[in-house]
């Protein structure tokens, strides 16, 4: 069994920075692609960055040149640097990754339970 656990959310002030990491555990898997979506209050769920098991990465325009996604193959860990929050980027951020696994051999969607981002003055 595979979890994604989220941690770094908080509260933050406009033009501050927080960085949110994304740990699978488990046994016996390799993670392809890992994403960062978003969700505000009363708005769908929104793929914000994408990082592949190449490190190639994709962002949405509203975040391009203000968020960088990375990753740590050895630590089974992706990250994601905010810098310059505006209020619009309040949201749950959730952690989706693509794992394949040896028992049973197969490629899943795994997600971790979000952590909350709030940018207010």
């Known amino acids: 069994q595979v979890q994604l656990v989220e941690s770094g959310g908080g509260s933050v002030q406009p033009g501050g920075s927080l960085r949110l990491s994304c740990a699978a555990s488990?046994?016996?898997?390799?993670?392809?692609?890992m994403r960062w979506y978003r969700q505000a209050p009363g708005k769908q769920r929104e793929l914000v960055a994408t990082?592949?098991?190449?490190?190639?990465?994709n962002y949405a325009d509203s975040v391009k040149g203000r968020f960088t996604i990375s990753r740590d193959n050895a630590k089974n860990t992706a990250y994601l640097q905010m810098n310059s929050l505006k209020p619009e980027d309040t949201a749950v951020y959730y952690c989706?990754?693509?794992?394949?696994?040896?028992?049973?051999?197969?490629?899943?969607?795994?997600w971790g339970r979000g952590t909350q981002v709030t940018v207010s003055s």
């Open positions: 990082i592949t098991s190449g490190g190639s990465t």
């Open positions: 989706h990754a693509e794992i394949q696994t040896r028992y049973p051999n197969r490629i899943s969607n795994y």
């Open positions: 488990g046994t016996s898997f390799t993670i392809n692609a």
